[in-house]
C-alpha cells in the first residue's frame, strides 16, 4: 500500500479576500463560508476520531502480525497529520466560494495518457480508479437526497455568479464539490488506499450524513442576507385520468373522519405492496415483512436505545384499539360519577364550545409566582371561574373536554411519581402544561398515538429526571438542549401541532449528538473489555497446554509453580502476539515439552544451557528481570530437586510473589460459582447470554425499592463477564453473568422491556389502569412492571 501523494502543478488555491467580486456578493459568500466551515469542521473532527477508532479495531482483529503493524502504522501516521486535514479543506472550500462559477465538475475519471495523437496509451492507475468511483457513487447519492434544498442554493448561487442556476456538480458546498475538496485535502494525511477508501466511507456517515441540513442552513442564511427571500419550489402536479380520480374519491370518502392511524392502517397492502416484481414475488416477500415488523414492534423486546432518544418500533397498530378502550373508559367513569351526584334537580348547564375555551385559555404560566406551580387542575378551576364570570354559575365545560382536562391531569400526576422532585426537568414540565392542554383539547390522537410529537417531547423532558437515574447520568448538554425546545414551543405555539413536531425534531437532533458522544465513551470500554477477554483465553489456553503436556508426569513442586506463572506469562504472551497458528508459537511448545522433559527426569544430569538461555530471553520479553529470568531458567533447565537449594528458592518464591503477574487483575476480580443455579437461575443465566448488546437492566438499589438503569453494553460467553456503562456511556460495573442471573431469579434485577422503557408509556398505562379500577375493571398487565 503506497501513501498518497501530492498531485504536481496544483494551482494555488484563491481566498475570498482576493475574489473580484461586487462587495455584496462577498460579504454574502462570507457569511456562507462562516455557517459551512463551523458545521463542517465539528464533523470534519468527529469523522477524523471515528476513523482512529476504525483503524484501532481492525488492527486488534488483524489476522497476523504484519496486517496489524501496518494499521498501527497507518494510526500513527493519521494521528501525526490529521491537524493539517480540517485547515486545508477550508481552504479548499473557500476556493470554490472564490471561483464561483469558474469551476468544472469536481469529480471526473482519472485521464488516461494521450500524446502523439493516439499511438502512446497507458494504463489507469487503479488506485484512482476506486477513489473516484467511491467519491462518485457518495456524491450522486447526497444529491438526490437533497435534491429541491440543492436546486434551490443552485439558483441562488447562480444569481451571485450573474448566470444561470448552477447545476448540482458545479455546485459550491455542494456532494460533489465536498467530495473533490475531500479528496485533495486527504493528501496532507499521507494515508495508503485502503485507509482513503475507508476514510471516505466514514465522511459519508458523519459528514454527509448531515449535508442536507447544511444546504438548508445556507439557503436559509441567504435569504437573511436578502439573496431571492422568497425563493420557493411548487412542483407541478399532473392532473390524474378521470375514472382513477373519481375510484380514487370514492375509495377515500368514507374515510374522512377516521383517525389518522386508522385509516393508514386500513391498506397496509398498497403501502408494502413492492414496486416492481409480479404478485407471488410480493406475496413470497409479505410473510418475511410481516415478520420483520412484528419483531420490530414486540413489546417485550429488550429495549436497547439510548436517553430521550425515538425507537421507530413504535405501536401504532394499536392506536384504534386503544382508542376505542379509552372512550369506553371514560363514559364508564361520567355514569358512575353521575350515580352520585345529588337527586335534586338542576338547571341544565351551560356547555362551553371549543372555540370559547381556548379563547379563554392562557397561552403560557407565568415565569415566577405562586401560578408557575399550578397543576392541571388549577389550570381548568382558573378557566372555568374566569368564563362562569361571563356566561354565569351554570357554564361548564362539553364531556369530551372535561374528560381532556382529567386525563392530562391524571397523566401529569403519574409522571410526578417517576420522577425526582428536585429534577432540573420539572420546572419544564410546568411549563409545558398550557401548551399540552390546548394541543389535547384539538387532537385527541396526543393520547392515543405513541408516536406524537408533544408526546415524545414530555417523555424526553420527564425522562431526564426519572427515578431510575443517577444525578450523574445526564449529560450536561442535554438540560440546555430541553431549556431551547420547551422555550421554543412556550414562545411560538398557537394551536399549530408542527410547532412540537419541530421542536420534537430539534431536540431529536442534539440528543443524537450527546448518544454519539456516549457510544464513543461506551466502544472504548467495550474494546478494552474485549482486550481482557483475548488475556483471559491466552491465559486459560497456557494453562491448559501446560497441564497438557505435563500429564502424569510429577514434576518438582516449585518447578510446577514456576510453570503455572512465569512461564504460563511467556505462553500467554506469545499467544496475544502471534497466535496459535504461528511459528512462534510452535517453538514455545517445544520449548514446554523440553522443560517438562528436563524437569521430570529421574537421577542427576547436565543443565542444558541451550535451553536455559532460550527460556531467560523468553522471560525477559514477559519483564522479568535479568536476575530473576535467569534463576528461573536454571530451575526449568535442569532436574535441580528443590531441596537441594532450599534459601535461593525461598528467595525466587518471595520475588516472584510480589511480582504483578500478567493478567493477575482479571484473576483477582473474577468470582467462582459459589453453589450450583437453581432451575429458575439456570434459565434466567441462558436468557441472559442471548439478550442483545446494550440492553438495559434495572437494579434494586435498597430496601425502599428504588431502582437504577445500567446498560449491559458487552458480555462474553467465553469468560462470564459482562461490562455496565451508564447514560454516559460511563463504565459503572462489571460483573458475571451468572452473578446477574441470580439478581434476576430474586427480583432484584429485571431487563428493560420495549413497552416499560418510556416513561410517558408507564405513566399512560398506570392512568388506564386507574381508570378501570375506578370502573370496576381489573388492571391491566400492560400497566404492570414487568
Known sequence: MTPATPSPGAQAPQRLAAAAVPRRVRVILDHVMDVASDELERQLQAMLSELEQQLFRLADHARNPGIESEYLHTLRTLRLNRSDLVPRFMIGLESSLATLGQSVSPIQHPPTAWSGGGHNLTLIDEAEMDEATVLRDIASRHSSRASLALHLLGQRFGVLAASPALDVERLPCGPHSLCSILRDAIETLQLPLDARLLLYRTFDRQVMADHGRLVEMINATMATDGLLPALRYVPTRMRAPISVAASTRDKREPQQHEPQSLRASSQPQQQQQPETGTAKDGEAKAPQQRRKVNAARDPQRPHTGWLGIVDPGGMQAGDAAAFELLQQLLAGRRELLGKFRSGTPQA???????????????????????????????????????????????????????????????????????????????????????????????????????????????????????????????????????????????????????????????????????????????????????????????????????????????????????????????????????????????????????????????????????????????????????????????????????????????????????????????????????????????ARYEYLRQLPYGTWIEFTTNQQGDTVRRRLSWYSTVTDNALFVNQRGQRVAEQTLDSLARLLASGQARVVTAERARLIDRAWHATLNALRSFAGRSPSPAGEPA
Not at 453 to 477: F, K, Y
Not at 626 to 637: D, Q, T, V, Y
Open 348 to 682: 341544565p348547564p351551560q356547555t362551553l364550545e371549543r372555540n370559547e375555551v381556548l379563547a379563554a385559555l392562557p397561552q403560557r404560566l407565568p415565569a415566577a409566582g405562586p401560578a408557575a406551580q399550578s397543576s392541571v387542575a388549577d389550570i381548568k378551576q382558573d378557566l372555568l371561574a374566569r368564563l362562569r364570570q361571563q356566561r354565569g354559575k351554570g357554564a361548564a365545560l362539553s364531556g369530551e373536554d372535561n374528560d381532556t382536562f382529567e386525563l392530562l391531569g391524571m397523566l401529569y400526576g403519574q409522571i410526578e411519581r417517576e420522577i425526582h422532585a428536585d429534577a432540573p426537568s420539572a420546572p419544564l414540565l410546568k411549563q409545558l402544561q398550557v401548551p399540552l392542554v390546548r394541543l389535547a383539547l384539538q387532537d385527541r390522537g396526543f393520547f392515543v398515538r405513541e408516536e406524537h410529537p408533544a408526546r415524545l417531547l414530555l417523555n424526553t423532558v420527564a425522562e431526564s429526571g426519572a427515578r431510575w437515574l443517577d444525578r450523574d447520568d445526564v449529560d450536561p448538554q442535554m438540560l440546555p438542549a430541553m431549556h431551547d425546545a420547551v422555550d421554543y414551543v412556550v414562545k411560538n405555539y398557537r394551536d399549530d401541532a408542527e410547532v412540537f413536531a419541530r421542536a420534537n425534531d430539534d431536540l431529536q437532533g442534539r440528543l443524537r449528538t450527546i448518544a454519539h458522544k456516549a457510544e464513543l465513551a461506551e466502544r472504548r470500554h467495550i474494546e478494552a473489555a474485549r482486550g481482557k477477554e483475548k488475556l483471559e483465553v491466552a491465559k486459560r489456553r497456557a494453562i491448559d497446554t501446560i497441564t497438557e503436556l505435563v500429564g502424569d508426569q510429577r514434576p518438582p513442586h516449585f518447578v510446577r509453580a514456576l510453570l503455572n506463572q512465569a512461564w504460563a506469562d511467556v505462553l500467554t504472551l506469545t499467544l496475544l502476539r502471534h497466535g496459535a497458528e504461528s511459528d512462534e508459537w510452535k517453538r514455545k511448545l517445544e520449548t514446554t515439552r523440553q522443560i517438562v522433559e528436563n524437569c521430570c527426569r529421574s537421577g542427576q544430569h547436565a543443565p542444558d544451557h541451550a535451553l536455559a538461555e532460550s527460556i531467560e530471553a523468553a522471560l525477559s520479553q514477559v519483564g522479568y528481570h535479568s536476575e530473576e529470568a535467569a534463576a528461573i531458567a536454571r530451575r526449568l533447565a535442569s532436574a535441580t530437586d528443590d531441596e537441594n537449594d532450599p534459601a535461593s528458592r525461598t528467595e525466587l518464591a518471595m520475588k516472584l510473589k510480589a511480582r504483578a503477574r500478567l493478567g493477575e487483575e482479571i484473576a483477582s476480580t473474577r468470582k467462582r460459582q459459589a453453589t450450583p443455579r437453581s432451575q429458575d437461575e439456570q
